[in-house]
């Protein structure tokens, strides 16, 4: 997860792991999970949701693939609305510094 400098590292993980919940040995939100960070890292927009930054005014989602069926998709891999991830989020981080950087550097249970 926390690999974004070896981005070639990171692809292979989210394979493993989509490889490793098909066999049922991995949970799809820890997939769910990589696969953003990975999208992200390359600089594509994330498919789920899963990836914040915090910043000096708030919390805001990394850049995301199609908004109006985001919740599908988070409910397709068993991740809640985003409304209720971001109100977690904000409650969780409202006391942090605000120093800007990834949500999920962070907490990355949380993201």
Same mark, same amino acid.
């Given at each position: #997860?926390?690999?974004?400098?070896?981005?070639?590292?990171?692809?292979?993980?989210?394979?493993?792991?989509?490889?490793?919940?098909?066999?049922?040995?991995a949970?799809?939100?820890?997939?769910?999970?990589?696969?953003?960070?990975?999208?992200?890292?390359?600089?594509h927009?994330?498919?789920?949701?899963?990836?914040f930054?915090l910043?000096?005014?708030?919390? =805001?989602?990394?850049?995301?693939?199609?908004?109006e069926?985001?919740?599908?998709? !988070?409910?397709?891999?068993g991740?809640?609305?985003?409304?209720?991830?971001?109100?977690?989020? !904000?409650r !969780?981080?409202?006391? #942090?510094?605000?120093?800007?950087?990834?949500?999920?550097?962070?907490?990355? =249970?949380?993201?």
């Amino acid at each position: #997860m926390h690999s974004d400098d070896e981005p070639d590292f990171q692809r292979a993980a989210t394979t493993l792991l989509q490889r490793a919940v098909h066999a049922g040995d991995a949970l799809i939100q820890h997939w769910a999970h990589l696969h953003d960070r990975a999208l992200i890292t390359s600089g594509h927009a994330q498919e789920y949701g899963t990836q914040f930054l915090l910043r000096a005014n708030g919390i =805001e989602l990394c850049p995301l693939r199609a908004p109006e069926s985001l919740d599908e998709r !988070r409910a397709s891999v068993g991740l809640p609305p985003i409304a209720v991830a971001l109100n977690t989020v !904000r409650r !969780r981080y409202t006391s #942090m510094p605000r120093a800007e950087s990834t949500l999920a550097d962070a907490f990355p =249970e949380a993201a």
